[in-house]
C-alpha cells in the first residue's frame, strides 16, 4: 500500500467518516506536494500521522478554560523529596491534581516518575515532604502487576475481593471496563498468555474496578498499537470529565498537549 | 526561535495573524514564520493547525494554480477567524505584560 | 472474604503448574522408596519429604504474589487476609498429600500407632506452609530461598535427633512423634512432638505476617 492509501485506511479506522477521510488524504498529499517532498518525509510514518492529525483536529482552536469545571482537590504534594542512600532522586516535588483534570509525569529515564507514582499510591514513604490523597485510589504499575497463572476473570474476582466486591459482580464490573479497551477476554485465557498490550489492558482494568476517585498510571501503553492508544487516551479523557483525577507517566511529548498539568522531573534539578 | 511547548499554544495565534495581513498557502506561511523569527514549523505541526483552522470555519481555503509544480491551497481568513484573532491577541497582550512585570529586574518593575 | 477468595484461587494457580505440582507428589515418594526397608527411617523420611516440597511450594506461592499483592492492599485487602488466605491454600495442599501418603504406608506397612504415622505427615505439611511463608518473606529471591530451604531439610535429616541443632530445626516434631508411632516409646514422645510443632506454627506464621505487614504497609496520607 502507498502512503496515503494507508494514511487513509488509519483514518477510517479511528472513526473518520469515508468521505472527510478521503479529503484529509488529499490535502494532505497536495500539502506534501508543495513543500516537494514526499509525505513519508514530511509528515513521518502515516499511521502516527493519522492519529496526530485525529487528536489535533478535535482540539478546539480557542479552548475553553478548563479549570472552571475543575472539582475538589484529589491529590496535593508540597515539596516531596526522595533519596536512595546518597542520591537524590527528586526534591521539592509540588503537584496539584483536582477533579476532572490530568496531570503527565514526564522526565528522561531513571529520574523518579515511578517512584513518584509509588509515592502518590502510598507504596513508597517520601523522605520529604506532605501528601494528601483522596482515600480510594487506583494504581497501575509498569509491568507485573499481575499473576501470571490467573485467567483474567480470576483477576477480577480477586481484585473485586480485596475491595470487598462479590465475584459475581466483579466479574461483571471487568468485563464491561475491559469492553471498553475493545478487549473481550477468554474466558480459559492466562495473564501470562496475553500479548504484552492486553495485558496492559488488563491491568488498567484491575487498577480501575473498585471505581476509584484518583487513577495513577504508570505508562500504561506499552505494548498498545495506534487503536488502542488512542482507545486508551478516550478513555482517559472520560475519566476526566467523569469527573476523576488521573495522574500519568508518560515519555511521549505528543500526549501532552491533552493533559492539564505537565510535572518535568527531568528539570527539577 | 520559540521553544516547541510555547509553540503549541501560539501556533493557531500567529497564522491567523498572518492570514489577516494576505491569504497564504501552507509552505509560504512557514517561510514568514521562520522569517520572523518565531519558529521552524514541521509539516507535522502546521498542516494540522490549517486543518484545524479550516474544520471550524476561521479561514476558508481556496485552491490556486502555482507557476511552477502543482496547485496550492490558499487560506483567507474569515470573519468568525478576525473575531478569535482579535480575542486572542488581547489575551495574549494582557498575558506577555505579565510576564514581561514578572521578568523585569527587581527595581525596574512599574 | 478476601482469604478464601486468596485461598482458592491461589490453589488453582498451583493447580495448573502441572508439572512442579507432579514433582512436589512424587518427592516424598523418592525419599521413601529410598529408605522402604527400615520402617521408622522411611516414615520419617517420607513426612520430611512432605515438608519439604510443601514449604518450597509455598515459597514459590509466596514469590508468585509479590507483584499483586501491593496493588490487592491498595484495593483494601488486608495483610492478614492475603496471607492467611495462601497459608489456607498451602496447608490444604499439604493436608491432601499427607493422606494421600497416609493410605500409601497404611498399605505398605504395620506400624504399632498407624494414627501417630499419619500425624507426622500432617504436622510436617502443616508446619511447611508457614515455614516456607517465613523463608520467602525473609528471602524474596526464588533461588535464595529454595537454597535456605534445602540447607534446614539437610540439617534436620544429618543432625543428631537429639542434639539442640535438631531441636531448633522446624520439622524436629516429626521425629519425636516418629519415635512414638514407629517404636512404641512413651507418649511423651507425642505430647513434646506436639509442643515443639504449635511452637514453631506459631513463630512461623507470627513471624510472616510481621515481615508482611512491614513489606506491604500502606501510607495513610490525610485526605486534602
Redesign the interface.
Known amino acids: 500500500m502507498s502512503w496515503p492509501e494507508r494514511f487513509l485506511a488509519e483514518l477510517v479506522r479511528l472513526g473518520v467518516q469515508q468521505a472527510r477521510a478521503r479529503r484529509l488524504t488529499e490535502d494532505t498529499a497536495a500539502q506534501a506536494a508543495e513543500q516537494a517532498c514526499d509525505p513519508g518525509g514530511l509528515f513521518g510514518p502515516p499511521h502516527l500521522y493519522a492519529r496526530h492529525l485525529v487528536a489535533e483536529l478535535a482540539a478546539p482552536v480557542a479552548a475553553p478554560p478548563r479549570f472552571t469545571q475543575a472539582g475538589p482537590v484529589l491529590l496535593n504534594l508540597t515539596g516531596v523529596g526522595k533519596r536512595y542512600r546518597r542520591r537524590t532522586v527528586f526534591d521539592n516535588v509540588d503537584l496539584t491534581v483536582r477533579g476532572g483534570e490530568v496531570a503527565a509525569v514526564v522526565g528522561a529515564n531513571g529520574c523518579g516518575k515511578s517512584t513518584l507514582l509509588r509515592i502518590c499510591a502510598g507504596l513508597t514513604r517520601p523522605d520529604a515532604g506532605q501528601v494528601r490523597r483522596t482515600r480510594r485510589v487506583g494504581y497501575v504499575p509498569q509491568d507485573g502487576g499481575t499473576a501470571g497463572w490467573l485467567t483474567a476473570d480470576e483477576h477480577f474476582t480477586l481484585f473485586g475481593a480485596a475491595a470487598g466486591v462479590v465475584p459475581r459482580r466483579a466479574r461483571s464490573t471487568g468485563a464491561h471496563l475491559a469492553a471498553r479497551l475493545a478487549w473481550r477476554p477468554e474466558p480459559a485465557q492466562r495473564a501470562q498468555q496475553l500479548s504484552g498490550g492486553t495485558r496492559q489492558k488488563l491491568n488498567l482494568v484491575l487498577g480501575e474496578l473498585h471505581a476509584p476517585d484518583l487513577l495513577l498510571l504508570d505508562e500504561p501503553y506499552q505494548g498498545f498499537d495506534q487503536g488502542t492508544y488512542v482507545d486508551f487516551w478516550r478513555q482517559v479523557h472520560s475519566w476526566r470529565d467523569a469527573g476523576r483525577a488521573v495522574v500519568v507517566v508518560t515519555h511521549l511529548l505528543h500526549d501532552l498537549s491533552t493533559v492539564d498539568h505537565v510535572l518535568d522531573l527531568g528539570e527539577q534539578r | 526561535m520559540m521553544p516547541?511547548?510555547w509553540l503549541?499554544g501560539f501556533l493557531?495565534l500567529c497564522l491567523l495573524a498572518m492570514l489577516r495581513e494576505r491569504a497564504d498557502?501552507?509552505?509560504g506561511l512557514?517561510q514568514r514564520l521562520a522569517a520572523a523569527g518565531v519558529a521552524d514549523v514541521p509539516?507535522?505541526t502546521l498542516?494540522?493547525?490549517l486543518?484545524?483552522?479550516e474544520?471550524?470555519g476561521?479561514a476558508v481555503p481556496s485552491w490556486a494554480p502555482?507557476e511552477s509544480?502543482?496547485?496550492?491551497?490558499y487560506y483567507e481568513i474569515t470573519p468568525a477567524g478576525l473575531s478569535?484573532l482579535a480575542?486572542?491577541s488581547a489575551q495574549w497582550a494582557r498575558f506577555r505584560s505579565g510576564v514581561d512585570i514578572l521578568l523585569a529586574p527587581v527595581g525596574e518593575a512599574q | 472474604m478476601t482469604a478464601l477468595v486468596v485461598a482458592g484461587l491461589s490453589a488453582r494457580e498451583v493447580s495448573r503448574r502441572r508439572t512442579a505440582v507432579l514433582l512436589v507428589i512424587s518427592l516424598p515418594l523418592w525419599f521413601y522408596l529410598v529408605r522402604r526397608d527400615q520402617t521408622g527411617q522411611s516414615i520419617r523420611m517420607l513426612s520430611l519429604g512432605i515438608g519439604w516440597s510443601i514449604s518450597t511450594l509455598t515459597l514459590f506461592v509466596m514469590n508468585a504474589s509479590r507483584g499483586v499483592d501491593p496493588r490487592l492492599r491498595l484495593n483494601g485487602a488486608s495483610v492478614a487476609g492475603l496471607v492467611s488466605g495462601r497459608l489456607l491454600a498451602m496447608s490444604g495442599a499439604g493436608a491432601l498429600l499427607a493422606l494421600g501418603y497416609w493410605a500409601l504406608i497404611s498399605l505398605d506397612q504395620r506400624v504399632p500407632h498407624p494414627f501417630a504415622a499419619g500425624l507426622i505427615m500432617l504436622l510436617a505439611a502443616l508446619v511447611a506452609a508457614p515455614f516456607g511463608s517465613l523463608v520467602g518473606a525473609l528471602l524474596p529471591r526464588e533461588l535464595e530461598g529454595a537454597l535456605a530451604l534445602l540447607s534446614v531439610c539437610a540439617v534436620q535429616m544429618l543432625a543428631d535427633p537429639a542434639g539442640l541443632v535438631a531441636k531448633l530445626m522446624p520439622f524436629w516434631s516429626i521425629r519425636e512423634i516418629g519415635t512414638y508411632a514407629v517404636d512404641d516409646t512413651g507418649i511423651d514422645y507425642l505430647w513434646r512432638g506436639l509442643t515443639h510443632f504449635a511452637v514453631v506454627w506459631i513463630v512461623c506464621t507470627a513471624g510472616t505476617l510481621a515481615v508482611f505487614a512491614h513489606r506491604l504497609r500502606i501510607a495513610h496520607y490525610p485526605e486534602p
Open positions: 516547541k511547548p503549541h493557531d498557502y501552507g509552505y512557514a509539516g507535522g498542516y494540522p493547525a486543518l484545524r483552522l474544520e471550524q476561521l502555482s509544480g502543482p496547485r496550492r491551497k478569535v480575542e486572542q
